[in-house]
């Protein structure tokens, strides 16, 4: 393996290979790791606690911190480990169509909150859906519905929170399911990269062989600080 021949998913994490500024570095957290306040709210699915996914799943999130260079990751809090279903609205991303048309952008954080509650009050949820875990980045896991069928209602659950929200990114259709470990700081070396292309294909077969099926909590409404700590205020199954 050279870095030529690296999977195009992690160009993004090499030095060598993307020289654009981190996204969400002093907005998000700041360089010594450190997570600063950016208040939202959101649509995720926490980890069932307890389950023998959960564990596994933290198993390959301690795996990860053990990998060259893992220092320069900021990782968030074992407790907020969650899959997020359909993106809220947040601080610093106030602008159209991440935003309601019919909210003026300055409407304050908790208001939104408010406003999304009392919207979510007759939520007709789809139902139940089961996710597996299909890839491995230094970020975290990527994951997809199980079956097709259990897709299919992953995306009625994003169709219908659209509805309620008022809007719908870019990636409405397209979104990448996930579980976030960490935030970058700063980018890999070269050989560091390397090493983590062979320890992600190893934890991610582990990880695929131990939890087959990630054991999610039903949706919930949650408001947010920061990203070690998403309080539910409505269970939506």
Not at 121 to 140: H, L, Q, R, S, W
Request: glycine content about 6%.
């Amino acid at each position: 393996m050279t870095l030529q021949t690296l999977p195009q998913h992690l160009h993004g994490f090499s030095k060598s290979l993307n020289s654009t500024p981190l996204r969400h570095l002093g907005t998000r957290y700041s360089r010594d790791g450190s997570f600063l306040e950016e208040p939202g709210n959101t649509i995720v699915c926490h980890l069932v606690d307890g389950s023998m996914a959960v564990q596994a799943v933290i198993d390959a999130r301690t795996r990860m911190q053990s990998l060259p260079e893992s220092e320069k990751l900021a990782y968030t809090a074992e407790s907020s480990l969650h899959m997020t279903l359909f993106q809220g609205i947040i601080e610093y991303r106030r602008k159209r169509p991440y935003w309601p048309a019919d909210m003026a952008l300055d409407t304050p954080i908790e208001a939104m909150t408010e406003h999304y509650l009392k919207q979510l009050e007759d939520f007709d949820a789809p139902g139940p859906f089961k996710v597996e875990v299909i890839g491995a980045t230094p970020n975290g896991l990527t994951v997809q519905g199980l079956t097709d069928a259990d897709r299919r209602i992953m995306k009625v659950w994003r169709d219908r929170l659209a509805d309620i929200f008022g809007y719908r990114h870019p990636d409405h259709d397209s979104y990448r399911f996930h579980i976030t470990f960490a935030y970058e700081m700063d980018r890999f070396r070269d050989e560091a990269m390397l090493e983590w292309h062979k320890g992600l294909l190893e934890i991610l077969e582990d990880l695929q062989e131990a939890a087959p099926v990630i054991e999610l909590e039903p949706p919930a409404f949650c408001s947010f600080v920061d990203m070690n700590h998403f309080e539910k205020l409505k269970v939506l199954a």
